[in-house]
Every structure is written in structure tokens, then in C-alpha cells.
């Protein structure tokens, strides 16, 4: 008896999967970070009645999300994703390196191929109790911290450029001061996890931490979902611009054949829909007119970049991220 | 092995060994209400917080919750890879305890030791191995990819990253008792001329059902609730490689507190049936202990 349950448990397993590959339809992957679920679920609902409704083949498009980092090396460790949408340069980068994409990715698309912008904002309590107005407000004691780790999350590579940054600007500002600036940080940070959707529940749900360093779409994502009577968001005055990068993954594509939807897919998210789309879950869209539009929701605060202020993502990478930068030197310091 | 003693005193001796061996009523009482206030704190609460939570916006949503694509592919490919890798354990369980109980074969402390390994190293270093071997830049990577057959972040991965994990449950449920069994009644098969395979149906696994059960009872729960060695191999694809767990974590993330707490509280449920199995299973394994114990003495005195 036992024997027989064994060959239906096997048959019934290996029936199951056969079923899934024989369905008709073209599968589609698109590996992206952490916060933007919402953005794409609401993209590829979009691209695929569009795309059906041009002749295309029939879709099913995956999502898979994650922290930045680790969303990259599972890439590279053979998730067989068709489009990869990042939180940052190096993340695609780290993918081309291993030959998967083209090495000239960054200029087939539009604006570095990031079909739209964010920076970094403070999500406080209501009231903002600790009265955090700008990053300098984030040393005090007393203030606890969430962010999620740079090593993993790109969203928290944006957060320590653009506090960085700012120490930099002070006047006197230099690179020791800088490093002691974020050092001082990061002791009041109480977690770190591993992604910018682990930091915002545990700022929001678990209750940890007087403020989380978040991207603006996120902030104003945990503000629609959980209340604007529980918290608030503070712009500071200077920020960073962060360039989410978009990239067809070459080497996937050529093999499953779907270049062509790979293609349309991103061109999708700078069409004038796409566009409304990441303007609406508060991404800062690039086309001006859908830009227009929504400019009541998008703050304008002075932007560092990170090809003027820091020399590119090579460079910062290799500086603050890499084993042995900045990061881990502050942070093992703790 | 409390059974086993049991069958030796006599009920005289019992009585005043329990006289001198129980605590006065105060210490009594305070170790009680410790022990259970300890338990409800940290296992009954969270178990009531799982289900309070996915029912409270009420039963409709619980149950759409429950009706969505994507948690219907997380509890199908959760019930597929228990379907594959549980029986594949049973076999490979029993298989090893055999091997390790009947025979004397050199090697066979080290093959104990193997067989505990998955139980020492963390699961995240069982995914982690997986990829490193089966995924693009592993040892294999090239060929498998050359070859479109997908194991990392797909289901063979997530089954052969269980299979890995939940090995040691059956095996370390039937050595001990095996061991205690012995070779006589095989031996005495044997003799009377029955073959490897007539030996094996008709007498060692009669003695061992109920421990084998056990066994299995265990590796199913982990396999169905096993959360870090999947989530390495898994590549988190919605509505494919999640499995009710990774599910779970995922709507959790998606503010979805409702659905997580649907799909949590269904396995928060498996663990309940489970206890509850595991419980007569327990008392029937009690009782073929005292049963084989009793024939022992039988036969000794």
C-alpha cells in the first residue's frame, strides 16, 4: 500500500509540473527590489492587455521581489528572469559582469535606463515627536534609526550616499567628517534588514525606530496602507536622486525567445501609461507632461547624483560597499 | 524507556518512591502555573494571535483570501513537494536504519554522523549548497542550462533542498528503536527459511510501523513548514516557486496581513493535526515498546 501511495504521489507531482508546461501561454519574469510590488502589478496587468491587444502571444508575467542585492545574485545564480528592474546601477552591473547582459546596457534605454526617479525621504510618527526636520537630526541621541542593510538592499546604498552626502556638504565638510557622520548614524540604527520592505514593517508593524530612512514611493506607500493619522513624511532639504535602473537580461531572452516582449516591456514603462502608472504609486516619472501633473506629490529639494557627487557606482561601490569599505569599517567599529 | 521500567517495580515500591520523590503541594503548584503560564505565553498566544488575525475581517475574507491564484499555487506546490520528498525520506529512512541496525560494516559511525548532518548545519546553508552546485555559475550550471533543465528556482530545487533537510527524522526515529529490537526474530526468520524480502515485510516492519509513522509524521510537518533552505532556492517567482511559507512572508510584506495570516493559519493548522497524530502515535509506539519489553522478559524468565 505504501509503495502505491509513493507512485501516485510521484505520478500526480510529475502530471502537475507536465501541465504547467504544456499551458499555452508565453511565461515572463521580471526579477525587481523590494517596494516596487505594487508598481508592477499594476504594470503588468497594464502591459498585458496592451500587448494582447496588438496580436501579441498570450502572457503570463512573474514577479519575483526581494532586497536589491540578493534579487541580482540570484540572477546570477541562474533565476531565469527576462527583464530585471533594480534599485540601482551596480545591481544590473554586477549581472553584466557575470555576461547575462550586454555590457552596454546603460545606454540602449532613455535617462541612464531609468524610466523613472526617487529619492530618499524620513517617514516620522505622527507629530514627529523627535522633531527630525534633516539628516543633521539623525545623530542626536536618543533617535533610533531604521534602514536596511547596503550590503543587500539598494534602497539603503541610496540612504548612506545621500547622508553622506550631506556631511559632505556642511560647511568644513570633508571626508573624515563624512565618515564620522555616518558611523554616528549607523550606532543609531537598532536592525538592519536585509531589504527596504523588511525596514518598513518593522518600522510600521513591529513599532521600532523614531524614523525610517525610506524612498519617497515607499514612505507614501506604508502612509496609503496603514493611515496618515500614524505617520508623516519629512522631505529634508537635500537629498540623492535615485536612478532605479531597467535592463533586458540578453542571455535569457536570446534563449526563451521573448526579446520582443522584453523590449516592449520596458519601452512600456516610458510610454505616457507607464509613466502615469509609477507616477501614481509615487515613483517621480521623467516624461514632463505626466511630470506636470503630478508635481504636487513630488517635493522639489536640491538632488546630489551619483555620477556628479560620488563618480559613478563603480566607484561608490567599491569605496563604501565593497568587503573592507567604509561600511564595514564603521559598522564593525560599533 | 519509561515503560520498560515500569514493567520491572512492583506497585509497593512504586507508592513510596513517588512519596519520596514529589515536592510539597507550594513547590508543586508554582511549577505548574510557571510551566504552563510558560507555554501559553509562547505557544498558545501567538497560535490564538495566528488565527485571530486572519479572521478579522471575518470569515469572506479569510476564505477569498484563501481563493487567490497565488496562494493556491503556494499550497499546491507545497503539497507537491511533501508528496515527493516524504516518501522518498520513508524509504531512504528506512533503508539507512536497516542498514545501520542489522549489519556490522566499517564506516558506520561516520554514516550516523551523515545522516544527523542535516540537523547541525543551518538551513540556509543546505539552500546555499544547492545553488552552489546546480545554479548558473555552480558546477553544473552550464551543462543543466545548456541542456534547459532548471533545478535552482524551480521545484526540483525547493523538493531536493527538502529532501536534504527532512532527511533525518525517519531514520532517527527507527535506529534507536531497532536497535533495541535486535537481530533475534530476523535471525529466526531467516532460519526458518524465509528470504531477505519475506524478512523484512513480515517481521521488521510489523515491529517497526508505529515508529515509522512518527518518523514520517515529523518530516512532513518540516517539509511543509520549512522556511530558509527553501527561500534560498527558491527565486520567490509569485504564483510558482512560493510555497505556502515564502507565501506567508510575502503577503506579510505586502501589508496583506489578512491573506498572510489565511495562509499562516493553515499552517498553523498542519501543525495541530500533527500534534494531534503524534500524540496516538506516541501512546501506540508506548505500547508496542512495553508489548516487545514484556515479550523479553517472557522469554527471560
Redesign the interface.
Known sequence: M?SR??TA??L??AL??FAQAAAAQTEF?NVSY?PT??LYQQVNAAFTKQWEANGGRKLQI?????GSGSQAR?V?????ADVVTLALEYDVDAIAQ?GLINKDWVKRLPDNSSPYTSTIVFLVRKGNPKAIKDWGDLVKPGVAIITPNPKTSGGARWNYLAAWGYALKQPGGNEQKAKDFVAALFKNVPVLDSGA??ST?TFVQRGLGDVLLSWENEAYLAIK??GPDKFEIVTPPLSILAEPSVAVVDKVVD?KKTRDIADAYLKFLYAPEGQEIAAKNYYRPRDAKVAEKYKDNFKKIELLTIDGDFGGWTAAQKKHFDDGGVFDQIYVAK | MPAEFDSFTSGNVETRRRRLLTEPPVVRTTLLTLGIGFLVLFIGLPLVTVFTEALRKGWDAYLSALHEPAAFAAIELTLTVAAISVPLNMVFGVIAAWCITKFEFRGKSFLITLIDLPFSVSPVISGLVFVLMFGLQGWFGHWLSDNNIKIIFATPGIVLATIFVTFPFVARELIPLMQQQGTEEEEAAVILGANGWQTFWRVTLPNIKWALLYGVLLCNARAMGEFGAVSVVSGHIRGKTNTMPLHTEILYNEYNFVAAFAVASLLALLALVTLVAKSILEWKLKQAHALHAKSIANAES
Open positions: 505504501k501511495f509513493l504521489g510521484i500526480s507531482a502537475g509540473l519574469l523590494d510590488r505594487e512573474n514577479a519575483s521581489h526581494g540570484s546570477i545564480d541562474g533565476l531565469e557575470k520592505r523588511g514593517t496602507e496603514l534563449k
